[in-house]
């Protein structure tokens, strides 16, 4: 049997972030270490600018960025070989 998904939301240290929201829509918002984090991770969703999208590749985690469709592809992840990126959900199961 499948366990169930657990989403984990890490907010931006200066992020201002709706956590009610987020928590009555099933995420876990925790702001423990990256580190800690990635290790309980089998995906990384990440927006396109983020440093956390090289943190979750280098220890080999499955990393998919969010590209808005407004601005440029500023991931440092760009390039990379296993580098994947979504606009949309389905896009996800790509």
Do not use: I
Request: a positive charge; one cysteine or more.
């Amino acid at each position: 049997m499948v366990a169930p998904a657990t989403f984990t939301f890490k907010p931006h240290k200066a992020a201002s972030v709706d956590v009610p929201w987020l928590r009555s829509r099933g995420f876990e918002v925790r702001d423990d270490d990256l580190a800690l984090l990635l290790g309980e991770c089998d995906l990384v969703l990440t927006g396109s600018l983020t440093s956390a999208a090289v943190d979750a590749y280098c220890v080999g985690k499955r990393v998919a960025s969010l590209l808005d469709g407004r601005t440029l592809n500023g991931s440092p992840l760009r390039g990379l070989p296993r580098a994947r990126y979504f606009a949309s959900v389905p896009q996800l199961g790509d």
